[in-house]
């Protein structure tokens, strides 16, 4: 899926400073949803979340491929991508989520067991 081909104002929308949230699914199936910060890279068609590699959301994903949705609202716009997700503990990974986490909000508190929800966007729904 090239993100790029939603426009300028879905780009936009996902470089704003929004509160977004998380939702995985709970053993049978209801969902959990969390207020997260989040980062998209257009260009890949990645979604970033940086949390801890014990919170309960890290722990929802367990196995890679886990399916998620991440949306964000402001008024009449939003935007949710749903997509496969993945735990990221590299550090090269672990710090480049930082960077772009810094770069839409403020620089994250030091977490040493910091891990990366990487989502690969597959389906993307909104008004923008």
Known sequence: MDLADLGDAFAAFWQERHVCTLST????????????????????????VITSGTSH????????GARVAL???????????????????EPE??????????????PPRVNPSRVVVEIHVT????NV
């Open 71 to 89: 949306c964000q609202v402001d008024g009449r716009r939003w935007s949710t991508l749903e997509g496969r997700a993945v735990l990221r503990t």
């Open 57 to 64: 959301k890290a722990r929802l994903i367990g196995e890679p």
């Open 25 to 48: 699914a709970r053993p049978g199936g209801p969902p959990h949803v969390v207020p997260v910060g989040a980062t998209l890279d257009l260009a890949s068609g990645i979604a970033r």
């Open 93 to 106: 990974q672990v710090a480049d989520a930082e960077r772009r986490y810094a770069a839409r909000y403020k």
């Open 123 to 126: 389906r993307v729904l909104g």
